[in-house]
């Protein structure tokens, strides 16, 4: 990378691309051929090119610069400004931490802007490299979006998998710390769902305005891209229902616990309370106690006390309190 360059890349027009530098990407033009100029937007050399020497207008330069940006598409009289969102695939990263690109497309070019590394972009370079990748800023566009939500839908199939397992751990074991796995995947999902249904809602729109360079098998291809982010929002929906019902079964068991265990601690204490209070009875220090001159009555008590504890238990066992 140069000065904020990540790739600057001339399509071929057979599904490769030439790589430029900074000096051929400003001397490009168009009848040279469509070209992909990707940048990071946070170089201070990137933030005076699109200002001064890109030919922008100020507000797509400056969208194009923003730090943060929900998804969205927008039909311009020079150009088409997109903001699109994709999981965060860096090493220790979290993947609901989701990427913004934005990109600027006009007469044969496309500008695109992030800060953080996007694995779906350097696919479709690497796909560049072996002449195997889109052969117009069209199909340039439309490989990212669809390799974006390919990623996005392989993160909610982890989710799945993930949720499966802790809904069998409900089951099985219903243990209190599932309670922060069931919380941990509720926020991932939420996470997700806040940037992809304005994702959706963007792609739905690109796959629908009239614009000249999208040919029809484009149009194609888009509405595929826009059925599969649909049914990855409807499973993410899915994910966030069996998560609240996985909490709240586990509630219901760990309550259910709880109370088992308060009832046979009330058992218990229904059983020691006559015991507890005879013994505290005659253990008073005053005349007059019933057998203190006879050395069996200690025997005799310990022997009532053992018919009294039998006692309670036929009588709870006949009221099938246990």
Known sequence: MSAGLIHGLLLD?????????????????????ELWVHLDYSVYEVKEWL????????????????????PRFSLLDAGVLMAWRGVNLNPTADPEDMVAIRLWQENGRVISTLKRDLMAVNEVVHLLEKGRGPKTVGELLIEI???????????????????????????????????????????????????????????MRFSIEKIEWLTQNDRILLREVVDRITRTLEELEMLRERAAVAQEELQNRISEELNN??????????IFLPLGFLTGLLGINVGGIPGSENPEAFRYFVIGLVVLIVTQLVIFKWRKWF
């Open 13 to 33: 027009g057979q599904g490769g691309a030439k790589r430029l530098n900074w000096t051929e990407v400003k001397a490009w033009n168009q009848s040279k051929g």
């Open 51 to 70: 200002f001064h020497d890109s030919n922008l207008d100020i507000a797509v330069a400056e969208t194009l610069l923003s730090n943060e940006s929900r």
């Open 261 to 270: 265990r308060m009832y046979v601690l009330s058992v218990i204490t229904a």
């Open 145 to 203: 979006a669809d390799r974006m939500v390919w990623k996005i839908g392989d993160v909610v199939n982890d989710f799945d998998e993930s949720m499966s397992e802790l809904e069998g751990k409900v089951i099985d074991e219903g243990r209190m710390a599932l309670r922060l796995e069931l919380s941990s995947i509720r926020r991932q999902v939420i996470y997700l769902r806040r940037y992809i249904g304005p994702q959706k809602e963007a792609l």
